[in-house]
């Protein structure tokens, strides 16, 4: 038996008895977190080593439940870990990630490739009809047994050493890719020094990049960051074309030169990736990665993409015509360029919609869409949201609200980290402190929402900030909800391209006119937004569209193109990137919206490589699913709310999510749903 280190000491091991089990934040200091990560490691390698040590045969409770109730010291240590890196970091935390990245690829690796822990678990799948085991053991089992299989598990011991050197190695890459996107962003700063810097940006712009200023130091000054919130809005905004050009130049080179040059990272982890494939005996990446969704195959993921991307690009060709005569009726023969786009599409919008994005804002209040979140979720499940100011948390910006269920009982935490800071990689996304599972007893969620929006007094959202704060809290309500006895198939844990379904369908009711009315309310006055201004809001959803679904459908293009390429060893990631954007006929004033040299969903880790298209896939499900409540007449129907909460948020990974979706709608999901929903066909 491995003699563990003393846990005196250090915050992270050993009991945490703060209230409701969160982590003890104020007295972690990232040098807590090595001897905590070198501590919990050796203890799971013990208790792993007992399950393998196991004279007895193997049974479903000395290996399944044993391998479930193993490691629980050394995941809500790196929980706390991988939350605080990439929501709130500092070159001590890098460091630590840098330095563990290997370390822990080199253990997981020896978990999931050890031999004889792989004999155990395929002599129970070979007599699991006799084991009498459940419905969710079954399936739990199954999991198992894809996961070392994927992992290598059954191949030879030369092939294992191998994967487990390739998978050390991507672990240090993906990490130095993040971190230097992140060096990028929090070091950009586009000053604006007087009013002509200033010139078309409405004052809720300009009092949010006058706070960010204030926060780096530049009291009295504006500055504009490479958070999507800011750059985006003044691109929207600035009537400065030279400005517009210097800020999108910038967001779009990130990852792309100097220390922080992402191009070999890529160039090595796409070699590696596609070696890793041939050795667990696939054609490519994409394969192997496919393998093990809903799509099944590369070539269903691009019929869909395909699909999609035909029409998408006849809008967006027909929208950057409309734009180039408004620029021409503004005196410039300047083709439209891509820093152009958002600026001309903001004065079409306010032309064509009398829609414009500092009359729809002030009723946007970050604060209200946060009560209109937990207001649906009450509607649809009953949930309850109580604020907890007395619970410690990472960063002063963070808010706790306790949960509660129908009856009462509690169910989780959940935080809530919504402006965007320096210490903070951009975009959103939830994770989890703490999954849900109730294998020696219940297991309550800790969920986190981390977003990057601008402050400002008060805190103003944009329409597409509300649906990122919906499709965030719909990923926080499949953890909150999960109802599962085993940690394996809890909650999120479900196959990519069906976890944005949960997701993306919560987005819908952020748009339906009962939510609007009573929560869009004037910051100012308190006032609702008006009718008309409602209708017209709404009547403009489908607006844009064919630039916004060109800019993501070429992202999942490229994704895949890089995962299927045949010679993955010799990718000159630039020349990979203009080759596929010219074959796919890529409109020359739209850039991706994620470069791969900043594309940290597909190469900060595994998480979406191959797999960006797994947003549109569970569109199809979003779209149709959503036709269930409007159907029932009613967008809070209980019984179609009891279906989905039954079947998707609380079931977890406990069934196949094709048959998931089923028990949920009655019937597959018509992919005619996503092409009326973007607008792109007739209803």
Same mark, same amino acid.
């Given at each position: 038996?491995?003699?563990?280190?003393?846990?005196?000491?250090?915050?992270?091991?050993?009991?945490?008895?703060?209230?409701?089990?969160?982590?003890?934040?104020?007295?972690?200091?990232?040098?807590?977190?090595?001897?905590a990560?070198?501590?919990?490691?050796?203890?799971?390698?013990?208790?792993?080593?007992?399950?393998?040590?196991?004279?007895?045969?193997?049974?479903?409770?000395?290996?399944?439940?044993?391998?479930?109730?193993?490691?629980?010291?050394?995941?809500?240590?790196?929980?706390v870990?991988?939350?605080?890196?990439?929501?709130?970091?500092?070159?001590?935390?890098?460091?630590v990630?840098?330095?563990?990245?290997?370390?822990?690829?080199?253990?997981?690796?020896?978990?999931?490739?050890?031999?004889?822990?792989?004999?155990?678990?395929?002599?129970?799948?070979?007599?699991?009809?006799?084991?009498?085991?459940?419905?969710?053991?079954?399936?739990?089992?199954?999991?198992?047994?894809?996961v070392?299989?994927?992992?290598?598990?059954?191949?030879?011991?030369?092939?294992?050493?191998?994967?487990?050197?390739?998978?050390?190695?991507?672990?240090?890459?993906?990490?130095q890719?993040?971190?230097?996107?992140?060096?990028?962003?929090?070091?950009?700063?586009?000053?604006?020094?007087?009013?002509?810097?200033l010139?078309?940006?409405?004052?809720?712009?300009?009092?949010?990049a $006058?706070?960010?200023?204030?926060?780096r130091?530049?009291?009295?000054?504006?500055?504009?960051?490479?958070?999507?919130?800011?750059?985006?809005s003044?691109?929207?905004?600035?009537?400065?074309?030279?400005?517009?050009?210097?800020?999108?130049?910038?967001?779009?080179?990130?990852?792309?030169?100097?220390?922080?040059?992402?191009?070999?990272?890529?160039?090595?982890?796409?070699?590696?990736?596609?070696?890793?494939?041939?050795?667990?005996?696939?054609?490519?990446?994409?394969?192997?990665?496919?393998?093990?969704t809903?799509?099944?195959?590369?070539?269903?993921?691009?019929?869909?993409?395909q699909?999609?991307?035909?029409?998408? $690009?006849?809008?967006?060709?027909?929208?950057?015509?409309?734009?180039?005569?408004?620029?021409?009726?503004?005196?410039?023969?300047?083709?439209?360029?891509?820093?152009?786009?958002?600026?001309?599409?903001?004065?079409?919008?306010? $032309?064509?919609?009398?829609?414009?994005?500092?009359t729809?804002?002030?009723?946007?209040?970050?604060?209200?869409?946060?009560?209109?979140?937990?207001?649906?979720?009450?509607?649809?499940?009953?949930?309850?949201?109580?604020?907890?100011?007395?619970?410690?948390?990472?960063?002063?910006?963070?808010?706790?609200?306790?949960?509660?269920?129908?009856?009462?009982?509690?169910?989780?935490?959940?935080?809530?980290?919504?402006?965007?800071?320096?210490?903070k990689?951009?975009?959103?996304?939830?994770?989890?402190?703490?999954?849900?599972?109730?294998?020696?007893?219940?297991?309550?969620?800790?969920?986190?929402?981390?977003?990057?929006?601008?402050?400002?007094?008060?805190?103003?959202?944009?329409?597409?900030?509300?649906?990122?704060?919906?499709?965030?809290?719909?990923?926080?309500?499949?953890?909150?909800?999960?109802?599962?006895?085993?940690?394996?198939?809890?909650?999120?844990?479900?196959?990519?391209?069906?976890?944005?379904?949960?997701?993306?369908?919560?987005?819908?009711?952020?748009?339906?006119?009962?939510i609007?009315?009573?929560?869009?309310?004037?910051h100012?006055?308190?006032?609702?937004?008006?009718?008309?201004?409602?209708?017209?809001?709404?009547?403009?959803?489908?607006?844009?569209?064919?630039f916004a679904?060109?800019?993501?459908?070429?992202?999942?293009?490229?994704?895949?193109?890089?995962h299927?390429?045949?010679?993955?060893?010799?990718?000159?990631?630039?020349?990979?990137?203009?080759?596929?954007?010219?074959?796919?006929?890529?409109?020359?004033?739209?850039?991706?919206?994620?470069?791969?040299?900043?594309?940290?969903?597909?190469?900060?880790?595994d998480?979406?490589?191959?797999?960006?298209?797994?947003?549109?896939?569970?569109?199809?499900?979003?779209?149709?699913?959503?036709?269930?409540?409007?159907?029932?007449?009613?967008?809070?129907?209980?019984?179609?709310?009891?279906?989905?909460?039954?079947?998707?948020?609380?079931?977890?990974?406990?069934?196949?999510?094709?048959?998931?979706?089923?028990?949920?709608?009655?019937?597959?999901?018509?992919?005619?749903?996503?092409?009326?929903?973007?607008?792109?066909a007739?209803?």
């Open positions: 038996m491995v003699e563990l280190a003393p846990v005196d000491a250090n915050p992270l091991l050993g009991d945490w008895e703060g209230p409701l089990d969160l982590p003890p934040f104020a007295a972690i200091q990232p040098a807590h977190f090595r001897p990560f070198d501590h919990a490691l050796a203890q799971h390698r013990a208790e792993v080593e007992a399950i393998i040590a196991d004279a007895a045969e193997p049974t479903f409770a000395n290996t399944i439940d044993a391998l479930e109730r193993s490691g629980k010291e050394l995941a809500r240590i790196s929980a870990f991988f939350n605080l890196s990439g929501a709130h970091t500092n070159e001590a935390i890098e460091a990630e840098r330095d563990m990245a290997p370390v822990l690829s080199r253990h997981y690796s020896w978990m999931f490739l050890n031999e004889a822990l792989y004999r155990r678990i395929a002599e129970l799948n070979r007599i699991k009809d006799g084991l009498g085991l459940t419905a969710e053991q079954e399936r739990v089992l199954s999991r198992y047994l894809t070392f299989k994927r992992a290598g598990g059954s191949l030879p011991q030369e092939a294992k050493d191998r994967l487990a050197a390739i998978s050390e190695r991507l672990a240090a890459l993906g990490t890719f993040a971190q230097n996107v992140l060096a990028d962003e929090k070091n950009y700063m586009l000053v604006l020094e007087g009013e002509e810097d010139a078309g940006l409405p004052d809720f712009l300009r009092d949010a $006058r706070a960010v200023a204030e926060e130091g530049l009291a009295g000054r504006h500055v504009i960051t490479l958070a999507r919130s800011s750059i985006e003044f691109l929207q905004f600035s009537s400065r074309r030279d400005l517009r050009e210097k800020a999108f130049k910038a967001w779009i080179a990130r990852g792309h030169e100097g220390d922080t040059d992402n191009r070999a990272i890529i160039a090595e982890t796409i070699a590696l990736r596609d070696e890793k494939a041939r050795l667990l005996g696939y054609k490519n990446f994409a394969q192997f990665r496919l393998d093990d809903m799509a099944g195959t590369p070539e269903a993921a691009l019929r869909l993409l699909d999609v991307w035909k029409s998408a $690009r006849e809008m967006a060709l027909s929208e950057q015509q409309a734009l180039q005569a408004m620029a021409q009726e503004e005196g410039s023969n300047e083709p439209i360029a891509a820093w152009d786009w958002r600026y001309f599409t903001e004065k079409r919008r306010t $032309r064509e919609f009398d829609l414009d994005e500092s729809i804002k002030p009723f946007f209040q970050l604060e209200k869409m946060i009560e209109a979140a937990f207001y649906t979720a009450n509607r649809l499940f009953g949930l309850t949201f109580a604020s907890r100011e007395d619970l410690s948390v990472y960063h002063p910006d963070v808010r706790v609200w306790e949960v509660r269920d129908a009856e009462g009982r509690h169910r989780g935490l959940f935080l809530g980290d919504y402006f965007a800071r320096p210490s990689r951009s975009g959103a996304w939830m994770s989890s402190y703490r999954t849900q599972e109730r294998l020696d007893g219940p297991v309550h969620p800790i969920i986190v929402n981390v977003m990057n929006f601008s402050k400002g007094k008060p805190a103003l959202l944009s329409f597409d900030d509300a649906h990122t704060l919906f499709h965030e809290f719909g990923h926080a309500l499949h953890g909150l909800l999960s109802d599962v006895t085993y940690p394996m198939i809890s909650g999120t844990a479900v196959s990519r391209d069906f976890v944005e379904f949960p997701s993306q369908l919560y987005e819908h009711w952020l748009e339906q006119p009962e609007l009315s009573r929560f869009a309310v004037h100012g006055t308190g006032e609702p937004m008006p009718a008309d201004l409602l209708k017209r809001l709404l009547a403009g959803r489908t607006f844009n569209q064919g679904t060109v800019e993501y459908t070429a992202c999942a293009l490229v994704d895949l193109d890089l299927m390429a045949e010679r993955p060893e010799a990718i000159d990631i630039d020349a990979f990137e203009r080759a596929t954007l010219a074959r796919i006929g890529m409109p020359e004033a739209i850039v991706l919206r994620h470069r791969p040299t900043h594309f940290t969903h597909v190469f900060s880790g998480g979406y490589s191959s797999a960006y298209y797994s947003y549109l896939w569970s569109e199809v499900l979003d779209a149709d699913g959503f036709r269930a409540f409007k159907e029932a007449g009613d967008i809070f129907d209980p019984a179609t709310a009891d279906r989905l909460l039954r079947f998707v948020y609380a079931a977890g990974n406990s069934r196949e999510p094709a048959e998931a979706y089923s028990r949920f709608r009655g019937r597959a999901p018509d992919p005619a749903a996503l092409l009326v929903k973007r607008g792109l007739a209803a």
